[in-house]
């Protein structure tokens, strides 16, 4: 059976971008595929935490995949630090990579920037590295992630090709897997920016946790346009634009439809629905959520999970110790 293998960074407000574009994947994945997910808090403290809260949003994001319908069954979930092999591996394929290519990394870019003439610590700079290392341990071939992570993917590819190309049948070569429709959802204030966790304005993201008064109020105040004609046209209308995507990857209706169904109709209506379909989508992961969150079931599947994840690393990491010549 293929592998799919993906991560997300246990810092809190999971988003709707987070879950379009990436864990309503997962769930889809489970079906055709050995899936193994990890909640990445090794890649979290690249930025400062604070250690109470990291443990705390470490099982916040283990109760939402769950919640979101992973199913450990099936499926492995397990916390990055768990499995020695992450950072071991990683070490390898910094010996690996070049300065030139993680230099251009936008994301590097983008969070090196404006730390008031504070240092940037290196792992800032490594974290591609370390992500190579999530994917390539497991052998796997597709990885479930949003658009923002194609360079990530990219110089992973990279980097398993360098070392192939030297050291043949080290790595499986990974491949993206990005979905159709959410693949980057922006934020509901300023639509030319990507929903992030970060973000100072509550209004600009649907966290999955969000209560209905305050998905009905984001959804409301989202940024449209004065045309009032419900079509997608990301160029000249991406509030509009982006409010389709997001009801059309909830509902599984196709955009062509939602543009004939509000045709003549303002955008009062149209936010009106979408408030529903999104509260409707969310209140059962809310329910889940509650349930598992606190269950002393969540540590366990989670120690279970790093077992199983180990297992499988263990053995990937003694091929790559041979091919490298590490070791006795
Ligand atoms: P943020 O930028 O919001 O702080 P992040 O990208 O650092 O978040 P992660 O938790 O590491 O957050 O991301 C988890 C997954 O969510 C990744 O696959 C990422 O590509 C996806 N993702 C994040 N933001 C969006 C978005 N706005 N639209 C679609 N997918 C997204
Ligand atoms: N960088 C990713 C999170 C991440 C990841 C991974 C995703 C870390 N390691 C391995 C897929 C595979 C992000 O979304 N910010």
Redesign the pocket.
């Known amino acids: 059976m293929k592998r799919v293998?993906?991560?997300?960074?246990p810092t809190g407000n999971i988003h709707l971008g987070n879950y379009l574009g990436a864990l309503k994947q997962f769930v889809e994945l489970q079906k055709d595929y050995q899936c193994v997910y990890?909640i990445?808090d090794m890649?979290a403290i690249t930025l400062p935490q604070d250690p109470k809260e990291l443990k705390e949003h470490i099982l916040d994001v283990a109760a939402l995949y769950l919640a979101v319908g992973v199913d450990p069954q099936k499926s492995i979930v397990f916390v990055q630090s768990d499995v020695p092999g992450h950072a071991e591996l990683s070490w390898i394929l910094t010996c690996s990579s070049y300065m030139g290519e993680l230099s251009r990394m936008t994301q590097f870019k983008d969070k090196s920037k404006n730390r008031d003439g504070e240092s940037i610590p290196t792992g800032l700079f490594m974290y591609p590295v370390l992500?190579a290392a999530?994917?390539l341990l497991y052998d796997t071939d597709l990885?479930p992630?949003?658009n923002d992570?194609k360079q990530?993917i990219e110089i992973c590819r990279d980097l398993a090709g360098r070392i192939n190309g030297k050291y043949p049948g080290t790595f499986v070569m990974p491949e993206g897997y990005f979905p159709q429709a959410g693949a980057r959802i922006m934020a509901l204030d300023d639509p030319t920016k990507k929903m992030s966790k970060s973000a100072e304005n509550i209004h600009s993201r649907i966290s999955l946790l969000d209560e209905p008064a305050k998905i009905k109020k984001s959804i409301m105040k989202a940024t449209t346009d004065s045309d009032g004609c419900v079509r997608f046209d990301v160029e000249n209308k991406p509030g509009v634009s982006n409010l389709l995507s997001i009801y059309s990857s909830l509902s599984g209706v196709s955009i062509a439809e939602l543009e004939q169904r509000y045709e003549g109709r303002g955008y009062g209506d149209f936010k009106k629905d979408l408030v529903e379909i999104t509260v409707d989508a969310l209140a059962p992961i809310r329910q889940r959520y509650e349930e598992i969150r606190y269950s002393s079931e969540l540590k366990d599947i989670l120690k279970e999970g790093a077992q199983k994840a180990d297992a499988i690393a263990q053995q990937t990491m003694k091929r790559v110790r041979e091919s490298f010549g590490l070791g006795l």
């Open positions: 293998f993906s991560g997300v960074q990890c990445v890649h992500m999530d994917i990885v992630v949003g992570q990530h």
